[in-house]
Every structure is written in C-alpha cells, then in structure tokens.
Nanobody, 124 residues
Framework: QVQLVESGGGLVQAGGSLRLSCVASGLTSSLYHMGWIRQAPGKEREFVAAISKSGIGTYYTDSVKGRFAISRDNAKSTVYLDMNSLKPEDTAVYYC?????????????????WGQGTQVTVSS
C-alpha cells in the first residue's frame, strides 16, 4: 500500500520559514518524480514545486521562485519543501505528490499518489 505522509506544517508569521517533509512508503521513491501542490480555502489546487526522480531537475510556480526550495533524499524516501519569506497568501493545505511522469507531477491533475496534506498558515 502506497502512502505519502506529510509533516512540518503549522502557524508562522509573515516572513518566517517552515520545512515540510513527505515520507513515501510502499513504492520505490527513486522511480518517482515528486511534487507539492497546495489548496487554499475557496481556491483551486495549485502546483507549487516538483523534483525529478534523480533530484537534478527542480521546478517551481512563479509565485514561490526564490523563496521555496524542493529537495529529496532517496535513501530516506523523503522529499522536502523549504519555505522562506512566507506570505499570508501562502496559507493553504500542502499536499505531497508522486508520479512516474515528470509532466504530470508538474501539474495538479491525474497524479498517481497524494498525501493527506499538512496545513500551513501564515499570519500577517
């Protein structure tokens, strides 16, 4: 059974930082491209960041470039999202995703696997 389990969310003031983690089990993580998607209340899901299965390629939505960094440790089957200079508009539930297609994991539709989500709240 495949599971993606996120952790690290919480409440932080604007300008602060958080590190999200996602541990994958039930799959060989080195064979999957990984990503993060977020959904704010009343808004559609939004792609945030993705990383290729090798870890060499990283991709970001424009609004987080220069502030967020995605990384992975395949030995630990874990992907991270370091979030800095957080803004109130970053408030959302953040979901970890995994897919064998790099194109798919850079979007929000038809992703193979999702985590249960972790709440990030940024106060102004």
């Amino acid at each position: 059974q495949v599971q993606l389990v996120e952790s690290g969310g919480g409440l932080v003031q604007a300008g602060g930082s958080l590190r999200l983690s996602c541990v994958a089990s039930g799959l060989t993580s080195s064979l999957y491209h990984m990503g993060w998607i977020r959904q704010a209340p009343g808004k559609e899901r939004e792609f945030v960041a993705a990383i290729s299965k090798s870890g060499i390629g990283t991709y970001y939505t424009d609004s987080v470039k220069g502030r967020f960094a995605i990384s992975r440790d395949n030995a630990k089957s874990t992907v991270y999202l370091d979030m800095n200079s957080l803004k109130p508009e970053d408030t959302a539930v953040y979901y970890c995703t995994a897919d064998t297609s790099l194109t798919t994991v850079r979007g929000v539709d038809d992703v193979d696997y999702w985590g249960q989500g972790t709440q990030v709240t940024v106060s102004s």
